[in-house]
């Protein structure tokens, strides 16, 4: 079994449960922020580190817990994973978790890039008419990659919608050639 195989089916297990009891929305968000400190403190690769005694990894994964305080279900869940030997995959699973949380709340997430910073007006405008076209809700991460020129790129999933002058310009000299 693959590793997203897995991180997708413990997802879909915890979504399960936490629509059962109407917080998965909560979940979603504990174990997106528990996999974030996790990172940075890496904390992953001590629970994973074969060097150290089962026991101790636990004991490490519970004084964590203590600390963080999530809730009694992404606290067992996580205490699920380590003892499976999936502690190593919370990322993955918390990835999936956000996808099937979007797709559950009608939600598609965007990313928009431009030449340079754009004010939030324009973040709306583009956010409403991303909306329109697909008919979600949509939340737009912004990057800025100067050699776009110009213009703007969008992404919600499979759609791309490319509006750059770089583009424009590949476009025009494609048609020059062609005759």
């Known amino acids: 079994m693959t590793s997203q195989t897995i991180a997708r089916r413990y997802a879909k297990a915890l979504l399960a449960l936490g629509q059962e009891d109407g917080n998965f929305e909560t979940y979603g968000q504990e174990l997106a922020a528990f996999v974030k400190v996790a990172a940075e403190s890496r904390l992953i690769d001590a629970l994973t580190n074969p060097l150290y005694p089962t026991e101790v990894r636990h004991k490490l994964l519970e004084a964590v817990l203590d600390k963080a305080g999530p809730s009694k279900m992404v606290r067992n869940f996580l205490g699920l994973l380590h003892d ?16 099937l949380v979007d797709e559950v709340k009608n939600v598609k997430r965007a990313t928009i890039v431009t030449a340079g910073p754009i004010s939030e007006a324009v973040q709306q405008q583009v956010r409403t008419t991303l909306e329109r ?3 979600h809700t949509v939340f737009i991460e912004s990057k800025v990659d100067p050699d776009i020129i110009g213009g703007i790129v969008a992404q919600v999933g499979d759609l791309t919608l490319d509006g750059s002058v770089k583009t424009q310009l590949k476009n025009l000299k494609e048609s020059l050639i062609k005759g």
């Open 84 to 99: 499976k030997g999936r502690i190593g995959q919370l990322a993955a699973i918390s990835a999936h978790l956000q996808v």
């Open 133 to 135: 076209l697909t008919g």
